[in-house]
């Protein structure tokens, strides 16, 4: 039997394809928004569940944005969003997640209405959650009594004098069991793609986050070795190993080539390797072609023996026996299943 290569990029640069895989049931995911409310927290967290949506041949999670006394509300932005439907028409036993969107300007005050209804969805088993400063009317509703919760820096002392049962976290985002929260805009991103996590998986909150962060870093690379190439921990050699890589996909270079250009020995490269990304050089460079080929399967229409030669194979079926391997699909069975599933 051919062994079977071990993934450090099976889940990057692709829409998320499990054809086989069962979908976990439907979540119906809630947004409160309070008047002039960060745009760019919400945005972050909804990016999260629509794309988890689009990388998935069936819906995932159900967004509702909800307000209360008007068909829209006004963000921090100046700009008013429509909402399907009050907090008071909100169904909290039709619901899964209930996610308070603070901001900058939003009020840390008490709404009676709001408490009430906070507490029916904690008595149902909602999901509870707030972004920015959100959490704080959890808090005041004693619904985070006993949890941690993360906090803008702006408010934390507030909340530690107010709230002394609650654990007022210094981290950017917390889930602690049914509550969820995040210190500010730029984390609604991070904490929702934890929830994903939970409930799918890290492959596929990996495969997400590869669509979605890209471009957190100074200079955009290929998001096939995103997570690899943007450590800035990694010894010079081993970087300058992987540019070589990247750049000579159609015509691989040998490991001892690579060592050579980059002043090392082989051995001291393949040490490199299995020490900072637990893989040979080779694995890593073969993984490396394969996700490229995928990649052209996905956006070209070049034929598969086109893909295979723009990759490095000399033989087509090596390249079919390659891709199989760590795909667990025929190239032409994923071109196939990916155009099927792509809106």
Not at 152 to 165: C, I, K, L, T
Request: charged fraction near 20%.
């Amino acid at each position: 039997m051919a062994p079977r290569f071990e993934s450090l990029l099976k889940n990057k640069n692709r829409a998320y394809i499990e054809p086989d895989v069962p979908l976990p049931q439907v979540k119906r995911v809630a947004f409160f928004l309070l008047e002039h409310f960060s745009m760019m927290a919400l945005t972050g967290a909804v990016d999260a569940l629509v794309t988890a949506n689009l990388m998935r041949p069936a819906m995932l999670y159900k967004v509702l944005i909800v307000g209360t006394g008007g068909e829209t509300v006004l963000s921090d932005l100046s700009i008013d969003i429509p909402v399907n439907c009050q907090l008071s028409q909100l169904d909290e036993h039709e619901l899964d997640m209930l996610i308070l969107c603070g901001g900058y300007r939003v009020k840390p005050r008490a709404d009676p209405a709001m408490r009430a209804k906070l507490k029916t969805a904690s008595n149902a088993g909602v999901m509870l959650g707030g972004l920015w400063n959100g959490a704080y009317f959890l808090a005041e509703a004693g619904l985070l009594d006993g949890y941690e919760c993360a906090f803008h820096p702006d408010g934390r002392a507030m909340m530690r004098e107010d709230f002394p049962e609650v654990r007022i976290s210094n981290h950017s985002y917390v889930l602690d069991r049914n509550r969820i929260s995040c210190a500010g805009a730029s984390s609604s991103l991070d904490m929702m793609l934890a929830v994903v996590r939970n409930d799918c998986g890290k492959p596929f909150a990996n495969a997400i986050e590869e669509v979605l962060s890209c471009d957190k870093m100074t200079e955009v690379i290929d998001v096939s070795v995103l997570s690899v190439d943007n450590n800035p921990t990694l010894p010079q050699p081993l970087k300058s190993a992987l540019e070589l890589m990247h750049s000579n996909i159609d015509e691989p270079l040998s490991i001892s080539e690579i060592a050579h250009c980059v002043g090392i020995s082989r051995r001291q490269l393949e040490r490199l390797f299995c020490l900072h990304l637990d893989a040979s050089p080779s694995r890593y460079y073969l993984e490396l072609r394969l996700t490229y080929a995928r990649q052209l399967l996905q956006q070209t229409n070049k034929p598969i023996a086109e893909v295979a030669v723009a990759t490095g194979f000399v033989s087509i079926s090596h390249f079919r026996r390659c891709f199989q391997q760590l795909f667990d699909v025929s190239p032409g069975r994923f071109r196939k299943d990916f155009y099927h599933q792509t809106p």
